[in-house]
């Protein structure tokens, strides 16, 4: 993975390296953190025994659709839909 896809960027564009702490730092603080990722978007690397294991990123709510109508628009043309479709189907063997 690159270096690039671990940074976020500032309201200015600069890029911003998530603050890495080792596991044990991270479970005496993680309610804290949590908070402070809240209200902040800062993001945290979890570290054990000097690599990484988990990341605490800010969470998004992604784009809800509704179900009924999620399909709208996907079908291009379909002129006559009751039509006899061509081909050698089972039931029509004896």
Same mark, same amino acid.
């Given at each position: 993975? $690159?270096? #690039? $896809?671990?940074?976020? #960027?500032?309201? /200015?564009?600069?890029?911003?390296?998530?603050? /890495?702490?080792?596991?044990?730092?991270?479970?005496? %603080?993680?309610? +804290?953190?949590?908070?402070?990722?809240?209200? &902040?978007?800062?993001? =945290?690397?979890?570290?054990? !025994?000097?690599?990484?294991?988990?990341?605490?990123?800010? !969470? &998004?709510?992604? +784009?809800? %659709?509704?179900?009924?109508? $999620?399909?709208?628009?996907?079908?291009?043309?379909?002129? #006559?839909?009751?039509?006899?479709?061509?081909?050698? =189907?089972?039931?029509? %063997?004896?």
């Amino acid at each position: 993975m $690159s270096d #690039r $896809s671990d940074r976020r #960027r500032t309201r /200015s564009g600069a890029a911003v390296r998530p603050a /890495s702490m080792p596991a044990a730092q991270f479970k005496a %603080r993680c309610l +804290e953190l949590m908070d402070r990722v809240r209200e &902040t978007g800062v993001e =945290y690397v979890v570290t054990k !025994h000097g690599k990484p294991v988990a990341k605490l990123v800010p !969470h &998004t709510d992604a +784009e809800r %659709r509704p179900f009924f109508g $999620s399909a709208k628009g996907t079908v291009l043309r379909y002129d #006559r839909p009751f039509d006899p479709i061509d081909g050698e =189907y089972e039931i029509d %063997r004896d």
